[in-house]
């Protein structure tokens, strides 16, 4: 009975311990001046300054979000996210409130500052074993070392209770093995489950999870391949992904609606760009071949002068030299890719010049050979 007594007696004194030791960590984070926070570098170098390593410094980072920010639970169904992440954050860091994409992209970018690998998640989750049918963010983050862990510093906050937000700082939804968090969180796209047997939607909605099997799914090399591919690829394939897993609530058809979006301005702007450049190279050709007109007609007085001044040789070098500029300009011409019908007709009727131009200038040699009887 003793020993019973004995033990309980340790633990309490363990558990007032730890207390203890979140109270001080804690207090060390409240000390941070607001001079300090002005943006997500100036914040993640305050951290860095007080605090050493990956864990600590996150474990800061995820206080400071969840007891400086208030969630905008008032806007949160008239909310509409900034042009950028860049306008986000910094309307997150002046304003001290967010929804969950600003808590997310706050995180994300001050972890990164701090030399941490973060990555911010989009997908669905449950509260209270109902599932919400409404997009949520949060944050994927890989130490040094290879591990993963997952972070919502928007649940970690505070909560909702009878249509208003209380704040309460809780460090459940800190550093959360996969397993354990996909009870929770659903992402769109299945790599980010961090999971060897991704847990299907329909598996999700029913809470029946089978962590015993091991899977054949290696999300760190797909991780990997996604992290090396650029922002369309990406887009492209967690579409195609995201896609292929079914969509089975209004939060996965609005997201891939989105990206969908998202894709076609990438090609419309891709279109514009590449349009763009052929203008550009056009007006150099034209440019060129304004140039090229100029050294052929300064020749034809020099023909009208009768060469005089100038040796046979002289002579065939100019024209030479005419020939090669007025080949590039041609060679120029043939390189532009261009899908605009307008301008397709223009290029094809300087092509017809360049053509012509060079026909004119063979001749000239010809000319100039035979009047001065060269080989």
């Not at 304003?95 to 997310?104: L, N, P």
């Not at 299945?190 to 054949?216: A, C, E």
């Amino acid at each position: 009975m003793k020993q019973i007594v004995l033990m309980i007696i340790f633990l309490a004194l363990m558990l007032t311990l730890f207390a203890l030791d979140d109270f001080s960590f804690e207090l060390k984070v409240k000390q941070i001046p607001d001079s300090e926070t002005k943006s997500s570098k100036a914040l993640a170098a305050a951290i860095k300054k007080r605090f050493s390593g990956e864990e600590e410094c996150l474990k800061a980072l995820y206080i400071w979000i969840a007891t400086r920010l208030t969630y905008d639970y008032e806007h949160i169904n008239d909310y509409k996210a900034p042009e950028s992440n860049e306008k986000l954050i910094q309307n997150t860091l002046s304003t001290r409130k967010a929804v969950c994409q600003g808590y997310a992209e706050l995180f994300t970018d001050t972890a990164i500052n701090m030399g941490i690998s973060a990555y911010t998640i989009f997908g669905y989750s449950r509260q209270d074993e109902s599932v919400s049918d409404v997009s949520h963010g949060w944050v994927a983050v890989r130490f040094k070392n290879g591990d993963w862990f997952l972070n919502d510093p928007t649940w970690g906050s505070g909560y909702v209770s009878q249509d208003h937000y209380v704040k309460s700082l809780s460090y459940q939804f800190y550093k959360v093995p996969a397993e354990e968090f996909i009870k929770t969180h659903m992402p769109f796209d299945p790599i980010w489950q961090l999971l060897s047997n991704p847990v299907s939607h329909y598996d999700f909605y029913q809470m029946t999870f089978d962590f015993k099997t091991k899977g054949r799914f290696n999300f760190n090399d797909s991780i990997n391949v996604y992290l090396n591919q650029n922002d369309f690829d990406k887009l492209k394939h967690s579409f195609r992904r995201i896609k292929k897993r079914g969509v089975i609530n209004n939060s996965i058809s609005e997201y891939l609606r989105v990206t969908s979006y998202n894709l076609d301005v990438h090609n419309y702007n891709k279109e514009v760009t590449i349009q763009n450049e052929a203008v550009t190279q056009f007006n150099a050709c034209i440019k060129n071949y304004n140039q090229a007109i100029i050294r052929y007609n300064n020749y034809l007085k020099i023909k009208n002068s009768g060469y005089s001044g100038f040796k046979p040789a002289d002579i065939l070098k100019i024209l030479a030299d005419l020939k090669k500029q007025i080949i590039a300009v041609e060679q120029d011409l043939i390189n532009i890719k261009n899908n605009d019908k307008n301008m397709q007709n223009e290029m094809i009727d300087l092509m017809k010049s360049i053509q012509e131009l060079i026909i004119k200038n063979n001749k000239e040699i010809a000319y100039v050979k035979g009047r001065f009887k060269l080989k």
